[in-house]
């Protein structure tokens, strides 16, 4: 075989960039990118409310999302209604960017499609650690975890010029969600409930900071500072209603506060259209970038 035609019959590699898609590319991945999302939004929905129909009626292990959080409450267990109200905005918020599969310019279309695959593959993980999740299977959970954030990892830097109501709900919010699920999925695998846990919890949630402040300064990306932020609260007051007297929840309000303070210093000057440069390396994610892509924040 010649190997022009060797190179034809080579499959098409889903995460690639791509320049073009053909009609056929883009309604499977308008299908598919609905499909998931719904699954995600339908699924996490019912599990806030019902426990999985298919256990025991005995069993220990399956309870409701946020049952399982009460049952296992760990030095990682989270605050329900600040998470919730995360998730819901930022499955709005990826309700929004569903649309640009749909415009018909095709540079819209064309953009979206290609995170359309990471996006997708995001969905499938998030519905199969749900699942789990709620069946009290941490330790598959925890590696559907570990694969997702290797795969949003990827999306970040391969797609960092997006708009922010592009960056936000497909790209930092999960991303950052990630982060904090591998720490509450994994504490609740290993039963952390012993006082050597909750030390150990303690020299872990310093990775929250860590992590928060790599992507702020480092790349000037304020969203995810903002929104560890927000799951450092959620962790705050998580453990604040059971365990006042540890510091986990100490902890996390500081985490919480620096990385706020770090998102204010580094996004106010880009805002304001001064001060871009906060570092003299090349952001990821910054400013000039952000409004040079093919999507546009409207």
């Known amino acids: 075989m010649p190997i022009k035609d060797c190179k034809k019959s080579i499959p098409h590699n889903p995460f690639a960039k791509r320049e073009e ?8 991945y308008k ?14 929905a019912y599990y806030t409310f019902n426990k999985p129909r ?3 009626h005995k069993s220990s292990r399956c309870h409701t999302i946020w049952g ?17 109200i995360y998730w819901i905005v930022v499955l709005i918020l990826q309700a929004h960017y569903i649309k640009y599969l749909y415009n018909a310019d095709t540079s819209y279309k064309t953009g979206a499609a290609n995170v359309g695959s990471h996006f997708i593959f995001h969905n499938l993980l998030t519905f199969g650690f749900i699942m789990l999740w709620v069946r009290g299977r941490f330790w598959i959970g925890e590696v559907l975890l ?16 997006y708009p922010r109501l592009i960056h936000i709900p497909i790209v930092s919010a999960p991303l950052a969600w990630t982060y904090i699920a591998i720490l509450w999925d994994g504490a609740a695998a290993v039963n952390a409930h012993s006082l050597a846990a909750r030390i150990v919890a303690n020299v872990f949630i310093w990775g929250i900071l860590g992590i928060g402040a790599f992507y702020v300064l480092i ?15 959620a962790l705050a007051l998580g453990q604040f209603s059971t365990h006042v007297i540890a510091v986990q929840w100490v902890f996390a309000l500081i985490i919480m506060a620096i990385l706020l303070i770090l998102t204010v210093l580094v996004s106010v000057p880009g805002l304001l259209g001064e001060g871009r440069n906060v570092r003299p390396q090349q952001p990821v994610v910054d400013e000039d970038r952000e409004r040079a892509p093919l999507l546009d924040d409207h």
């Open 21 to 28: 898609f053909g009609r056929s590319n883009l309604i499977a």
């Open 31 to 44: 299908v598919l990118t609905i499909v998931t999302w719904l699954l995600v939004v339908i699924v996490g």
């Open 54 to 56: 298919d256990c025991h």
């Open 68 to 84: 399982q959080n009460n049952h296992h409450y760990t030095p990682f267990a989270l605050n329900s209604v600040v998470t919730s």
């Open 146 to 161: 570990i694969i997702n954030l290797f795969n949003l990892i990827m999306l970040y830097f391969r797609h960092s010029t």
């Open 219 to 233: 790349f000037k990306d304020y969203t995810m500072g903002f929104e560890l932020a927000i799951l450092s609260l």
